[in-house]
Every structure is written in C-alpha cells, then in structure tokens.
C-alpha cells in the first residue's frame, strides 16, 4: 500500500513545460479574431463605400435635373422676351400705320372731311357765318330761290360772280366812273335779292389734323375693335388707354400690343396669349373691383375665341381669396391673396390652362 508520502511530485522542470503550452494555444487562437475582426470592418467598408456612390449619383441626377430646369427656365424668359419685344414692334408698326392713315386723310383735303370747299359752293348758296367760324359744324346751306326767269336781265351768275367788285354784290348802284357795259342801255330787270358779301366765302380747307375724337376713334377701333370701340359707356377708359398708347407709356403700350397680336393670332395660338393680355391688363390698370371696361374686355375675347372654334375661358380672381397653389402662382407664402396680377385661364373641361400671378399674405 502506497502512502502520500510515496506519490509523484510535480517538479520545476515539468511545470515549466506545461506553462509553455497554454500559451502557444493563446497565440494561435488571437490572428483569428483579429481576421474576423477584419472582415467585419472590411464589409463595413465596402457598405459604407456603396452608400456614398448610391448618394454621389442622386447628387449628379439633382444636378443634372436642376440644370435642365434652369436651362427650360431661361429658355421661357428668353420665348416671353422675344413675344414682348415682337408684341411692341406690332404695337408701333400699328401706330406708324394708324398715324399714315389720318395723316393722308389730312391730306385729302375737302373730300375727306366731307365739307365743301369755295369753288364747289355755287353761287347763290347762302352759308352761315356761325359755320365759317367753326369748321367742325355740319351747316346744311340754304339754297335762295332763283327769281322768275325774265326776258332781259342780267346774265346768269358764274364762278366768277366771286371776282365782282363787294359794290355789286352788295346791291349798291355803280359809281359814275366805273365802266358801264353793254346790258346798261337795256331796261334794268327786277333784280334778285341782294346776296351779302359774305355768302362768298374764301375756301374753307379742311383741318390739317383731324378732330381728336375722330383720331382717338381710328385708334379704339384698331386695338380694341368695333364692338368696344363703339360702346359709349367705356369712352373714359378707352381715352385713358389712348392717351396712354399715345404719350408713350409703357403699360398702355404694352396692353394694346398684346390686344393686336391676340387678334390676329391663329386658333391655336389662343389660349396661350388670354394670359399675356390679363397679365398686360392689370400692368395698366390695377385691380380695382368693379371694373366694367376690364369685364367688357373679357366678353369681347370670349367672343372672339368662340368665332375660332377656342373652348377656353377666363375666371377672375379677387383679393381675399384663399391661396390654391392649383390656380394660383405666389412668390411668396401666404393663405389669402392679397393683390391679383392676372386671371386664371380655363380650358374647355374647366380644368386650368395656366394660372394666375397673385401675392399672398
């Protein structure tokens, strides 16, 4: 029987060999968790990598996106600047037109005013002086009536009957001295009553520049066309668009060379331009409410686009409307309109053609 005393004993030696084991065992397993630790830093990497390249192509794509709006952008500036500098040259090539005309109707003289001058008023024809001092009145002349034809008398009275001493005319008997002729020795006839010297008058030429009503009219009539022109109601506004026209203002200017290119525009030109003119509108005449020569305007080119077979419409906005981002274009943010620079256009289903430039507050 073998006692305590008797079993082996670890010595120095051996524990020395052992110790180096577990530490070669430590060594070998620390080169694979720094490689799996690796991998998993690698495939963050490569995730992260991926990202950036996902995010670096939206970033292009936006870029590329905004360019091309920018480019649509200064395309359409470019398009309406091109309409309005167009828009004017029509503008003033119809003034130019509009002055020649009333310039050659100055021109014609007598046969334009429809008054008769001197040598078409025959002899006999009495004229009031009230109409020679004021050529703008119509005087109908009263025509004197011939005395009875009688045998012997003085021969009928001529173009030259202007040329005769204002004594003869006048009806006072001839001074001794003057020349007598042949008809003095015949009987005197029972002479016709006396015309005043002032029947004949010199030629009354026609003024060198037509009445304004008359001008202002050729021009109404050729921006805003018959129907407005004629409207006695709207003689106010139209005269303020005139004048405008005539004095150089830009607005007015505008307005009237948007009026004449939508009224010779084609069909399909149409509904593009109904938003230019309400633009062009209120630049001239801000919203003001109740505005009969703007509503009389919006009939006339309902009208006019109805004779072209053109099924858009326009809608009026006012202010203290609520903000639709569907019918209304704002610069700035807001939930009530509070100033109207144009109106909205409607197509024939009443869905909206373009929309109306309005500020918000």
């Known amino acids: ?14 524990e020395a060999v052992a110790r ?16 799996q630790a690796l991998s998993e830093i690698g495939a963050e990497l490569s995730n992260f990598e991926q990202s950036a390249a996902a995010a670096m192509r939206q970033m292009q794509q936006r870029l590329e996106s905004l360019s091309q709006q920018l480019e649509a952008s200064e395309k359409q500036v470019a398009e309406k600047l091109a309409a309005a500098n167009q828009a004017a040259e029509q503008a003033e090539r119809a003034k130019q037109q509009a002055l020649t005309q009333l310039a050659e109707r100055s021109s014609d003289g007598d046969a334009s ?14 004229v009031d002086s009230a109409a020679a001092d004021d050529p703008r009145k119509v005087v109908e002349p009263a025509i004197e009536q011939s005395p009875p ?8 009275a001529t173009a030259a009957h202007a040329s005769m001493p204002p004594h003869l005319m006048s009806g ?12 003095a020795a015949e009987p005197a006839a ?41 409207d006695p109601g709207l003689s106010a506004e139209r005269g303020e668009l005139i004048h405008g026209l005539l004095s150089g203002d830009d607005d ?8 004449l290119i939508f009224s010779a525009a084609s069909s399909e030109r149409m509904p593009q331009l109904l938003r230019d003119v309400g633009e062009a509108y209120y630049a001239w005449r801000p919203y003001l409410g109740h505005d009969p020569f703007r509503d009389a305007l919006i009939q006339h080119i309902r009208a006019r686009c109805e004779e072209a077979g053109v099924g858009n419409t326009i809608e009026l906005v006012r202010p203290g409307d609520r903000f639709d981002h569907t019918r209304h274009n704002s610069k700035a943010r807001g ?21 109306a430039s309005v500020s918000t507050k």
Not at 113 to 126: D, F, H, N, Y
Not at 172 to 183: I, L
């Open 1 to 14: 029987m073998t006692g305590k005393t008797d079993q082996p004993q670890a010595t120095p030696e051996a």
């Open 20 to 35: 180096p084991t577990t530490t070669e065992s430590t060594a070998g397993a620390a080169p694979a968790v720094l490689q």
């Open 113 to 126: 005013s429809g008054e008769p001058s001197a040598a078409e008023v025959p002899t006999g024809i009495a």
């Open 149 to 156: 034809p009688a045998t012997a008398g003085p021969a009928p």
């Open 172 to 183: 006072e008997a001839p001074d001794a001295a003057a020349p007598v002729g042949p008809q």
């Open 190 to 230: 029972p002479a016709p009553r006396a015309m005043p010297a002032r029947a004949v008058l010199p030629a009354v030429a026609a003024p060198a520049v037509a009445s304004p009503a008359a001008s202002n009219y050729a021009f109404e009539r050729a921006v805003l066309g018959e129907a407005l022109a004629a």
């Open 252 to 259: 007015a200017s505008a307005l009237a060379g948007q009026l």
């Open 335 to 355: 939930v009530e309109i509070d100033d109207v620079y144009g109106w909205v256009v409607l197509r024939d289903n009443g869905k909206v053609y373009t929309k």
